[in-house]
């Protein structure tokens, strides 16, 4: 069990840990396959949906293009052609994502306590369209267009290091993906918790399939904050 005494900043990955991004991402795409014939089943989209976001993300490009692309990819994968409009409808849906049920109780409670921050893979002109759900004033939101990298390249974890100031030993990351947070928060020497949230794809959900040691695993951030207080 971590000693949550030693921790004076907790970091949070977003989509996948706080905003119930699998449903956010079935309401765009699956419309979009129904309207073009194709049929997947949740745990086939979810793997095809990290392949093609993990090869979009290799060189930067804002998040937007990433969503673009990997529209784009469904089509050349299953064989059909998008329209303009479907393929902006990945990205257009992130407005409207929804917070897991217990992400604002939980982040409130936590902020009783410690500095809060946000390490996304994400543009910031989306990220504030899903800030206002959270239901707290974050210390600091760092994402990827900011670093000009996605998770889990390091640098990203660094820049929040730089605006947090704060010690490695003293900062505790929390993120639903294995590969995108916990392995460069672990290289990093910085403590982590999984949140493994349910999914039909157990254990990675829409992101690469790995394994990894976090300090601790969770299954949503209601049990975080319970611990943690």
């Known amino acids: 069990m971590l000693d949550f005494t030693r921790y004076q900043v907790l970091t949070f990955d977003c989509y996948g840990t706080m905003i119930d991004w699998e449903n956010g991402i079935f309401s765009a795409l699956k419309p979009v396959l129904a309207a073009h014939g194709k049929q997947i089943n949740e745990n086939s989209l979810l793997e095809v949906y990290s392949e093609l976001e993990l090869a979009a993300e290799q060189e930067y490009q804002p998040y937007r293009e990433v969503l673009q692309s990997v529209v784009?990819?469904?089509g050349e994968r299953l064989g059909f052609t998008p329209t303009d409009q479907e393929v902006n409808s990945l990205p257009d849906s992130v407005a409207h994502w929804r917070p897991f049920s217990d992400t604002a109780d939980a982040l409130r409670s936590l902020?009783?306590?410690?500095?809060?921050?946000?390490i996304s893979n994400i543009d910031d002109n989306l990220f504030a369209t899903s800030a206002p759900k959270l239901g707290v004033a974050f210390d600091a939101i760092i994402t990827a267009q900011q670093a000009r990298c996605y998770k889990p390249c390091e640098k990203i974890f660094k820049l929040a290091e730089e605006r947090l100031e704060v010690?490695?030993?003293r900062w505790l990351h929390?993120?639903?993906s294995i590969y995108h947070d916990i392995i460069p928060a672990n290289a990093l020497g910085i403590s982590s918790v999984w949140v493994k949230r349910a999914s039909p794809r157990p254990g990675a959900g829409a992101t690469k399939a790995v394994s990894g040691m976090p300090d601790l695993e969770v299954p949503d951030l209601h049990t975080l904050a319970s611990l943690a207080s």
Request: no cysteine.
């Open 167 to 169: 010690d490695r030993e």
């Open 174 to 176: 929390v993120g639903q």
């Open 111 to 118: 902020k009783r306590r410690y500095k809060l921050a946000v």
């Open 72 to 74: 784009r990819g469904f």
